[in-house]
């Protein structure tokens, strides 16, 4: 049981980063790969361009999570200079909860679109794999949004019942 936890907790602090870092690896070796054909082998692929494409669709999709797990996403805190630190917990709450209602619309109709392309079988032009496989980036990431985004807000909903106001910044990072 207590290793099943310590496993849970890795995944739970490496998740994104593991997964971001091993689609920059490939998406570099691709294009790297692909540099060397055409300049040393005078030819070149023609799958790896696309596939370095699609990693980096799937890396930026997954990116997201890790910006919403680390705080690193654009904000507006010149309003919470205005505010007291127990309004400014308050408004944060409420900022991950309208970027989760987000969220969940991007799930949603990402999801839909999926289908819509399964039913048209419509596949990429030089790797002839699913396009299915593709569009999945944007919910399969966006779960992930809303999954950080749940934690942070009952992270910061404890602190407020907890009336530690101050350490609401600190929450999600």
């Known amino acids: 049981m ?44 023609s799958w790896s361009e696309e596939l370095a494409r699609y990693l980096f669709i799937w890396m930026v999709n997954i990116g997201i999570s890790y910006g919403v797990k680390k705080k690193r996403h654009i904000s507006i805190d010149a309003i919470n200079l205005f505010l007291t630190e127990k309004k400014a917990a308050y408004l944060s709450v409420l900022a991950d909860v309208l970027f989760l209602t987000f969220a969940v619309i991007i799930v949603r109709y990402g999801a839909e679109v999926v289908q819509r392309i399964g039913i048209t079988g419509q596949t990429t032009p030089a790797l002839e794999i699913s396009m299915q496989l ?10 992930l949004v809303c999954f950080r985004l749940l934690q942070s807000i009952f992270k910061k909903v404890k602190l407020i019942q907890q009336g530690n106001f101050g350490e609401i910044e600190k929450a999600a990072g």
């Open 134 to 143: 593709v569009y999945c980036a944007l919910p399969v990431g966006f779960t």
């Open 2 to 45: 207590e290793a099943d936890m310590r496993v849970l907790k890795m995944v739970d602090q490496y998740l994104e980063e593991v997964i971001v870092v091993i689609l920059l690896a490939g998406m570099t070796f691709l294009v790297g790969l692909q540099v060397i054909m055409r300049y040393v082998m005078q030819d070149s692929l």
